[in-house]
């Protein structure tokens, strides 16, 4: 299903979000999103682009640089876009981190709007 | 938004689908789909009941065993459920391996079906 119209709006929603949360200011990344969008960041959840932009914003790291790994996109029933991203993180001087996120894309007032984001790095538990 | 019936119908689907893939035959799991449901295994797209339960048959493996790390639950705008899992499988006699994978489910005859599935191992590409 490789050059479908949903995976080319998915690909080209991912490069521009990675490349606004590695390269600009973060806050402006929450204009990616639905007014009343859904983010699960490591287990808390924020809903609406003020709280996402400002949760987005508090992140506590100056640099940061994502590397792609995989991305999967399908389309689903009600016409919406699902993307699965898996890479890399670097923050700062920290050691590079697996992470995964997922985000559904709606056609909102002509253009595609994030509705749903889930983030998690990739670390299991410990076993006790 | 702990204990909220999205979430507990997303625990409910995880627990099903986990158990029934590690301890039953994994054919019994395409009832766990909507007929047109769209499953990307490691990056290859399967569509419908039939091509998914072939798919599922088919991997190369007598026995594996799941372990859920995270799992993170979402609404959405059309009265979907989102779900992402993070943990780790056993195949067999190979090494533990880290998994991802996202379910959505719609409410369809009563019931909630899984429209879209994509899931992938979590090794990243080896840098050339």
Redesign the interface.
């Known amino acids: 299903?490789a050059g479908e119209i949903w995976q080319k709006i998915g690909e080209g929603f991912v490069q521009e979000y990675y490349n606004q949360f590695d390269n600009t200011n973060r806050m402006a990344i929450a204009n990616l999103y639905?007014p009343?969008a859904?983010l699960?960041w490591e287990?808390s959840?924020f809903q609406g682009k003020e709280a996402i932009a400002n949760k987005l914003a508090s992140l506590p790291f100056k640099m940061i640089k994502h590397i792609i790994?995989?991305q999967?996109f399908?389309?689903?029933?009600?016409s919406?876009i699902?993307i699965?991203v898996?890479?890399?993180l670097k923050a700062d001087d920290d050691p590079p981190m697996?992470f995964?996120q997922?985000f559904?894309l709606?056609s909102q007032n002509g253009g595609w709007a994030c509705?749903?984001d889930?983030f998690?790095l990739?670390v299991?538990?410990i076993p006790v």
Chains 1, 2 share one sequence.
């Open positions: 299903m639905s009343n859904c699960t287990g959840a790994t995989k999967d399908q389309p689903t029933i009600d919406c699902l699965m898996f890479g890399q697996a995964h997922v559904m709606k509705t749903n889930v998690r990739g299991h538990n």
